[in-house]
């Protein structure tokens, strides 16, 4: 999660731009940041070498609704669901669909990471799953990283002792929402991709697992397919 973004500016003009897309941003949900922007470009280039004619997606901890929008407007037969713990976040995303026009395609669920979608009967429907979860240890939260809550909620960013809380949930249960072959794609802090590459292969229910690195060559996104093969 980058500093170079001033948060308290993005706040007071209510908006940023994310993607090429304008989003409007408010306090309660973390302001989009520019690295994400690697995820959703990888989520994109997944969907175009599946050349599905509607492929169905999730945004998980999808904070102000950001790479759901994104995907939405740049992969626009795609049908997403989004999904966040925090009223804040809820409210800026439904804000963010509807300010694009995204209500028929896109729908913004609450609830603590896949209770959410609860009664949908999307297991095994899923065809990608793009996640940004908080990954910053709470000890960090309290040290080095204390102050990115002066402004933004804490949610947003603690990720348990580790910074991997998250992560090992989201790996744990994904592939109940993942078809056969379908694609789990996280964003990762800075020296994380090794541990959340190893955490997908010790769980047996990954294949074809590898990272994805940012112009200064850091591992940034993991992707990672559920097996194609019972």
Known sequence: MSEEINVADAYSKGRTV???L???IAPGALVPRPETELLGATALDVLSQ???PAPRVVDMCCGAGNLACAIAHYAPTARVWASDLTDGSVEIARRNVAHHGMADRVSVLQGDLFSAFSGLELEGTIDVIVCN???ISDKRLEGDRAHLTELEPREAFAAGPYGLSI???VIKDAPRYLRRGGILLFEVGLGQDRQVMSLLERSRAYETIRAVKNEAGEGRVVVAHT???A
């Open 167 to 169: 992560h090992m949930r």
């Open 22 to 24: 304008e989003l409007l």
């Open 18 to 20: 994310f993607m090429g």
């Open 227 to 229: 097996m194609s093969q």
């Open 133 to 135: 979860p908080p990954y």
């Open 50 to 52: 599946m050349n599905m």
